[in-house]
């Protein structure tokens, strides 16, 4: 298996899981090649196998004008009338205003790029991550390279689809559209499998299978138990707004008007990283916070192995990984009830989930495991359990393999929608 993964910005801190991803399928024995819109700059490579993966990536914006003129004018002159077509299409996808007009013009340029990187290596099938540029510059590559070479559908993409930002901008996102053009469409959870399915024709939901992110249990082993002194609390990801740090910091202050004064591990850093220091003082726990920054995978089970309970408020999941890396490694949560997260996580059995921005919920959840050492134990196991059971890395890539050699039938399907009957005696049948 030969396939191209495209992203954004690769390798990422905030995309761990796709590095995880790549190296799963190469220890398969796929030919994997890295295309990155833009290149990570070094401060956003954390770990050694962050600056590896990044050798390994072709940026495509990082091409010289040379050739990326060069590449355009030998896609002009040997296919002029699918060039032409292509860039219509890449206008015709983006939305009115100046702005949106210049983005599809860049979605063309690096298309264009990415397929002539693609004929060189002999790769025909893209596949790629998240929303935004990558799946258009994917979908105007295979089309234009269809065209191009009266190929007949030779060539192939496909997308791994998270959520929730996908679905903010529908039209935007235009997921019909890619739904139509995609081989398949992988689905991280049921639940964002469900939205995507709310939005494409139901002769497309054939093309949407549900492909489960995982972790490599043995990396995320059970923690040494033991208590540590002082409980303390660990989040992780990036603070900004739609993490929910500042519900997380309200909470801390009222566990301490209980008499409870656990400390707060935030691991992660983002545009309200700043506001969120000053609340801390506000709320006079600033003795409380460490705020650690941005790490690198090499030191995060660290900070699991160091806390009682995982704490993730945010207002908006896919289903994050770091749930997982918690859970996998037996430590307590407690995260909102949204999206994919009550697929993962099993409310009052393998964590405790409550209602979105509550404070006064989040603050009794955490007290609920912060003051009995034998539930957070039991919790952590029933998490590692829950995490084996579904989200085991090595799986799901087979899954996700099957799926990329034989298209979508090659993933077991979930199962059908049962409308219950009425019987003759007027009950469900």
């Known amino acids: 298996m030969r396939v191209a993964y495209l992203v954004g910005r690769y390798p990422s801190v905030t995309h761990t899981f796709i590095l995880r991803e790549v190296r799963a399928l190469e220890r398969l024995g796929a030919d994997v090649h890295r295309f990155s819109i833009w290149r990570t700059d070094d401060q956003g490579l954390l770990s050694p196998i962050d600056r590896e993966e990044c050798a390994k990536t072709h940026a495509l914006l990082e091409t010289t004008p040379a050739r990326v003129l060069g590449a355009h004018i030998k896609a002009f002159a040997r296919a002029p009338a699918p060039y032409l077509r292509t860039l219509k299409r890449a206008l015709a996808l983006s939305s009115s205003g100046l702005r949106r007009r210049a983005l599809a013009m860049s979605w063309f340029v690096e298309a264009v790029l990415l397929w002539d990187a693609c004929r060189k290596r002999g790769v025909r099938h893209v596949h790629v991550h998240l929303d935004g540029t990558g799946p258009m510059v994917a979908l105007l590559t295979v089309e234009f390279a269809n065209a191009r070479d009266n190929a007949g559908g030779a060539w192939s993409w496909s997308q791994t689809v998270h959520g929730s930002k996908e679905f903010y901008d529908v039209h935007r996102e235009r997921l019909d559209v890619k739904a139509a053009g995609a081989t398949f469409l992988a689905c991280i959870s049921d639940y964002t499998r469900s939205q995507v399915m709310a939005f494409v024709p139901e002769e497309l939901w054939s093309k949407l299978v549900v492909v489960r992110c995982g972790i490599d249990l043995e990396q995320f082993a059970p923690r040494p138990q033991g208590e540590h002194g002082q409980l303390r609390i660990l989040t992780v990801g990036r603070v900004d707004a739609m993490k929910g740090t500042v519900v997380l910091l309200q909470a801390l202050q009222l566990l301490a008007e209980r008499g409870c004064r656990p400390t707060l591990t935030v691991v992660g850093d983002g545009p309200s990283r700043a506001k969120a220091i000053e609340m801390a003082k ?56 949204i999206t994919g997260i009550v697929e ?23 007290a609920k495991l912060l003051e009995d050492p034998a539930l957070r134990r039991s919790m952590g196991r029933a998490g590692r359990a829950r995490v084996q059971a579904e989200y085991d890395l090595e799986h799901n890539i087979r899954r996700l393999a099957r799926v990329f050699t034989e298209g979508p039938s090659g993933a077991d399907e979930p199962e059908p929608f049962h409308i219950p009957v009425p019987t003759a005696a007027g009950h469900p049948g």
């Open 282 to 337: 506000r709320l006079g726990i600033s003795d409380q916070v460490s705020w650690e920054g941005a790490v690198g995978q090499d030191r995060i089970r660290d900070y699991y192995a160091g806390c009682d309970v995982f704490c993730l408020p945010s207002f908006a999941e896919g289903i994050p990984i770091v749930l997982m890396e918690a859970m996998a490694m037996e430590v307590p949560v407690v995260a909102n009830a």
């Open 344 to 366: 993962l996580v099993e409310n009052g059995v393998s964590g405790f989930l409550v209602r979105p921005g509550r404070v006064d919920e989040l603050t009794e959840q955490l």
